[in-house]
């Protein structure tokens, strides 16, 4: 009997070890299958809150398009690199502050300290490194002063200095051969930036030039404004003022559609001339105090209360009021500078240099908001949503309308992009994302991004020899062109930015 007993109770154990084992087995089996579906669906155990947590990824846009990727510290190896569009995508992180560095051999890194949220993307589309140093390009533009690139991006004109006069040349980019000399001997040439300025006809076939002299007579010195007219095709040039016999001109602009067409202001007067027709002046509108043009319509603002309204721009069509009164009628009284978008979005600077915007609504409504005081100038993108605007020291940046792409802005929103207590020069746009500003500050030009996530990161793209240099950036030729000293002489430089890429981003 007893070995009987003993024998069930052996078999007993057996069985009960071989069920536990079972169990053990059934358990493990779905704990790891129930790990590996949540691994799979983008969930990560959390070792501090003992939890399972839906994952956040990081997604990566940047040029040049082969950079090392390090999180917290680690190197993101190659193979966990998802290549989607050109871009990268880390994933399965939990949901947390992380320190992100973006970096590459002979560049400046970038980073930033990023949150990830439980199932979302973290995205950067627009990251942007700056090369520890540029190979330049120098062109035959010695004793230069200041330039303008044509509308094909082919050419430039650029101003000299010479005894008694000024003179300008037209310079093929891609040669690098002057081929036109024009000299204004008497003249100085009008260097104001913000206002008056050479500027090309949209097809490259003309040019207008601003210039000033002091002419002395018996009542008095008094100084004289004149523009010229260049064709670069024939080498001719005339004197605007004198082909439409009128001697108050200013602010000459080409009509964008018809290079035979330009418009200017004969005192408070706005006109739509032929330049190769004597002829054929029309009158646009009497009482404006200053224009601006888009590709279909010239607008203008009408005295005595600034109003701005639009026309075609043959001047042909009924005149169409586009704005209301300012809330503040003082600000218009001395107004005399004002940047169109469209119908909806004007920005107007006064001669106190208060910036006030006109932002219309969807829904018919009308904005009208004072952004800054001590304005320098604006410049809106391309795609109308956001406007460039600065002051001596500070750029900012608002936006017109709602912004879908990390980081998210909501429209009417202003953002102080940068501070210096040196006087900031040259902003602009680096249109090629309009996420960046190229400017200058002494002798360093910069870029510097609008994403307000922890830091905005803030690059030297060129060391220069002299302070405050003229410079454009052009996105067609994907160049930055400025004016820096070579052996104690002013000259055209370029560099090559951002990295060239193919078709499809590599």
């Not at 846009?61 to 990268?88: A, C, E, F, H, M």
């Not at 990023?114 to 993307?121: F, K």
Request: hydrophobic share 40%; aromatic share 14%; glycine share 4%.
């Amino acid at each position: 009997m007893p070995n009987s007993a003993f024998s069930a109770s052996i078999k007993f154990m057996d069985k009960l070890k071989r069920r536990i084992f079972f169990w053990v087995l059934v358990v493990l089996f779905f704990a790891t299958t129930t790990f590996v579906i949540s691994y799979a669906g983008g969930y990560r155990f959390d070792l501090k809150r003992g939890v399972f947590v839906h994952s956040g990824t990081i997604t990566l846009k940047s040029n040049p398009t082969n950079v090392n990727v390090s999180i917290d510290g680690d190197t993101i190896t190659s193979k966990k690199l998802n290549r989607i569009n050109s871009s990268y995508s880390l994933g399965g992180f939990i949901p947390r502050e992380y320190s992100v560095a973006v970096s590459a051999e002979g560049y400046k890194p970038w980073s930033k300290k990023v949150d990830i949220h439980s199932g979302l993307s973290t995205e950067f589309w627009n990251l942007v490194l700056v090369r520890n140093d540029y190979e330049r390009t120098a062109y035959d533009a010695s004793e230069i002063k200041k330039f303008f690139i044509s509308p094909k991006s082919q050419r430039l004109i650029f101003v000299q200095d010479i005894p008694n006069g000024f003179s300008t040349k037209i310079l093929n980019l891609d040669d690098n051969k002057i081929e036109n000399t024009f000299t204004f001997a008497k003249w100085n040439f009008i260097d104001d930036t913000k206002r008056e300025n050479i500027e090309w006809s949209p097809q490259e076939d003309y040019l207008s030039v601003p210039a000033q002299r002091l002419v002395k007579n018996a009542e008095g010195d008094t100084v004289e404004f004149a523009y010229f007219i260049l064709n670069p095709s024939t080498n001719e040039t005339f004197n605007l003022n004198d082909f439409v016999n009128m001697k108050n001109i200013s602010h000459v602009r080409f009509d964008p559609k018809d290079k035979k067409y330009v418009f200017f202001l004969n005192g408070n007067s706005l006109y739509r001339s032929n330049i190769e027709s004597q002829k054929d002046v029309v009158l646009i509108a009497e009482n404006v105090a200053n224009f601006d043009l888009s590709k279909t319509n010239v607008y203008f603002l009408q005295l005595p209360n600034s109003l701005v309204y639009k026309t075609s721009l043959d001047g042909q069509s009924q005149k169409e009021q586009i704005t209301k009164n300012f809330p503040d009628g003082s600000f218009l009284a001395d107004n005399n500078f004002f940047v169109v978008y469209d119908d909806s979005r004007i920005a107007f600077i006064n001669k106190k240099k208060e910036l006030v915007l006109y932002n219309g609504g969807l829904n018919e409504d009308e904005y009208f908001k004072k952004l800054s005081d001590n304005v320098e100038g604006i410049q809106f993108s391309d795609d109308g949503k956001k406007m460039l605007y600065f002051a001596k020291n500070e750029i900012s940046v608002f936006f017109l309308t709602d912004w879908g792409v990390q980081p998210f802005r909501a429209r009417n929103d202003s953002e102080n992009i940068t501070r210096y207590s040196e006087e900031i020069k040259n902003v602009q746009w680096f249109n090629k994302d309009y996420e960046h500003v190229i400017f200058s500050i002494g002798k360093q030009i910069k870029i510097i991004e609008l994403d307000p996530r922890d830091q905005r990161n803030c690059s030297d793209l060129s060391a220069v020899n002299v302070s405050d240099p003229f410079l454009i950036y052009n996105n067609t030729m994907e160049k930055l062109l400025f004016i820096d000293e070579a052996e104690g002489v002013s000259n055209l430089f370029s560099i090559i930015f951002p990295e060239k890429t193919t078709i499809l981003g590599f």
